[in-house]
């Protein structure tokens, strides 16, 4: 049984889904248009937040790791996206090394890797897995909870090409986020790496995209005629924090003020009677570390020791010093009372599913994807491709058309993001 | 209730759809290097047959009419390859004037139309449906069985540019084969015509398509080590045949005579014990008309006055003097003892569905295609994308497969067969 999904909407969302569902073909012609210009990532996944009167997106992952979370009658759509995807990055290609995360204890994250295999392998590509962890020094099978299998293999180099025993691949592809730095194994590389190296954490900056996210929501609000604040979190960021030392806080103080004084004026215009709360998380880095909500400047300043060790690193130890302020957007999804999530999985600019992370234990203002949680992952039913003109703007199929724009509207701003920053070999150059 | 298919499979076709699923990613590899030299064309569908040791494409129809028969589990399959094609051929598109068939009394044809509609709709563009009928001189809705209906409007020419009442489209989609010719208001327009009108049956041969696909099939066959004779059905045209006058039938006799001959010989290095059978049909045409099976070459020369008149026209009362002679290809799956013919979709080179003709009436070296013949649509249950490396060789996802590469392999000699009629204003020259 899949629970049923209930929401409760105001006014201005709907007009929102209203806007989105009319605009239709405004939206795709003008999607397409961006995808003439700018090249979407091989994939991404982007978690939206549904605040019934604003629609908007959080978190732009572009090394997605909930595969498996996906409805299984939407695979042909992810095989599909994937043979047009891999045409576009490399068509020559046979056979795939694919570069997953380290956590080999985390056996649904495997089952994640597991999934993206089958779909690289139904695409029609040879596909091999390969551990970048040091311990892995054998192919080793291991099971997964749905009865499936994987097989990790250690990592070779040889001269400039990533192998694996018996298999040469004739290209990357990454689903490690490079939190920990790119590894010395991957640098250099003559075959294309998918994502490039710099769509890893040790480059990319939240900022980045939300800055590049700023201009795409306002170039589709004035297309479709609505407040780009209705789409789009207000953020600011703060350079030269260091939470152990207790340096720059007050800079971070300043901008949590400045935005929950703009979310308030907002508040009002719309009649929106919730108190604002803004989100600190650290401007690199992935997986619910390193995050904070707070609903006053001042308890950025009266941080614990706790917190602020919390807040210090996030994932594999990497530091935090740049750290992004974001308007937080309430979560008004729930599933039998637990806060609902919508996270939308795209494979080069097709969305080809979601799932909602369901958790029963917080409340509509924390964040889903915290550390050690585990969210119970709810697959959407309908595909985000076939709207319903005859029904209601907020029928299923009808809101799904309206995440699967506004996720696009985020991969645009991720393709228009991964222009800006110096490519690996100029990055290389910086650095020697 | 979906009835069980039984197909009576022998040796040779086992191994050939081993030979496929074994060859995966060097095939899909291969496709994709054709895809890179040919352009697909914007939609298509083949007609298979599978014999249990023979597996071909005997008809390759540009202006596909099932649409509405495909699963509907599969609408976002189509329209996200429809998304793909409209990318390819009318990124600027916003608004898109479908041109249909002129058999409005055929409400199984229309809704096809409607179902065509609603994936060009889904896909984002604005579709209007204009009408070549004189007697259309208004818009008027048409109720469909299904409960949909559907708007014809009549087609208006304003200087160079296709119209309907208040809507001036980007592009013109085809949904016509112009076996009557091409219409004076279709000819010099514009706005793309897709696709182009040179695909019509006033242009295509289908010896033409065959000739592309033997090549096609060469190489295909060299690709993965099998007789190319598995996959494709010998072929020779008569290009001076008058039926009504009983000229030119020596032609046909010898080509039929040695077709047989060679296809018994095939026969007979494979063991198959079934008599052969040859098939004659107008080189320029559709829909089942100007077809006849002979077993002897005698056949041809014995014809009555009632046979020469059903050969000698086919579609809209076009003459046949070029005729096609086809090894025929036995039909071996069955629906509780109904013959079933595969038809396969595609929209740009993805697979996007297909369905099975079932006719319970007709042996299993008859035409499913005949005119007036209404046959049971089954769709087929899973995609065509994602075979089951772990089942056998032939459970339904790995034969959908099977099918899918076989289609596609008819998709790419119709590409290169269109690369070699001359354009529409080449052809309008050599008219004037």
């Known amino acids: 049984m899949i629970p049923h999904l209930t929401t409760a909407l105001s006014g201005p969302l709907l007009d929102l889904e209203r806007s989105i569902l009319n605009a239709m073909p405004a939206i795709e012609h003008w999607l397409r248009g961006q995808w003439q210009e700018h090249a979407a990532p091989f994939y991404a996944s982007v978690d939206l937040r549904n605040s019934g009167f604003k629609l908007a997106p959080v978190d732009t992952n572009l090394f997605p790791g909930g595969f498996n979370n996906l409805n299984p009658d939407f695979l042909p759509l992810c095989v599909q996206a994937a043979m047009a995807a891999i045409e576009k990055v490399c068509p020559e290609a046979r056979g795939v090394l694919l570069v997953p995360e380290n956590h080999t204890r985390n056996t649904f994250y495997l089952q994640n890797v597991a999934a993206l295999t089958n ?18 020094t054998a192919a080793r099978t291991i099971d997964l909870p749905n009865g499936q299998s994987i097989v990790l293999e250690p990592l070779r180099r040889k001269g400039n090409r990533l192998t694996v025993e018996g298999f040469d ?31 890893g954490w040790s480059t990319r900056r939240k900022s980045r995209h939300f800055t590049a996210y700023d201009q795409v929501a306002q170039a589709f609000a004035k297309l479709i ?3 780009p604040w209705l789409i789009n979190p207000y953020f600011a960021t703060c350079g030269q924090i260091n939470f152990k030392e207790r340096r720059g806080e007050e800079c971070l103080a300043a901008h949590v003020d400045e935005i929950l004084k703009n979310v308030r004026e907002k508040y009002r215009e719309y ?3 919730e108190a604002p709360f803004a989100v600190v998380k650290a401007d690199a ?8 909500m707070v609903r006053d400047a001042s308890e950025v300043l009266e941080l ?11 994932k594999e130890g990497l530091e935090v010093h740049e750290v992004l302020v974001q308007e937080g957007v309430y979560t008004y999804e729930s599933v039998d009372d637990a806060v609902a999530e919508p996270v939308i999985y795209m494979i080069d600019h097709f969305v080809v599913g979601g799932f909602y992370r369901v958790h029963t234990s917080r409340g509509k203002d924390e964040n889903l994807n915290a550390p050690g949680m585990h969210f119970v992952p709810l697959a959407f039913e309908t595909s985000c491709l076939t709207p319903d003109f005859t029904g209601s703007p907020d029928c299923p199929p009808n809101r799904f058309y309206a995440y699967s724009v506004v996720a696009r509207l985020a991969l645009v701003a991720a393709a228009i993001e991964l222009e800006q920053y110096p490519t690996e070999p100029e990055l290389a150059a910086t650095v020697a």
């Open 271 to 273: 009649g929106i009677t």
């Open 225 to 227: 005629g609505i407040d």
């Open 304 to 314: 614990n020791r706790n917190q602020r060790k919390k807040m210090a690193v996030v």
């Open 169 to 199: 691949p004739c290209a990357v592809l990454l689903n490690n986020d490079l939190s920990a730095g790119v590894p010395e194994i991957l640098k250099g590389l003559e075959q294309p790496v998918i994502p490039p190296l710099i769509a």
């Open 119 to 136: 779909i690289l392998r139904l695409a029609g590509l040879n596909v091999r897995v390969g551990s970048l962890l040091p311990e892995t």
């Open 285 to 292: 880095g992935t997986y619910g570390m390193g995050v904070m």
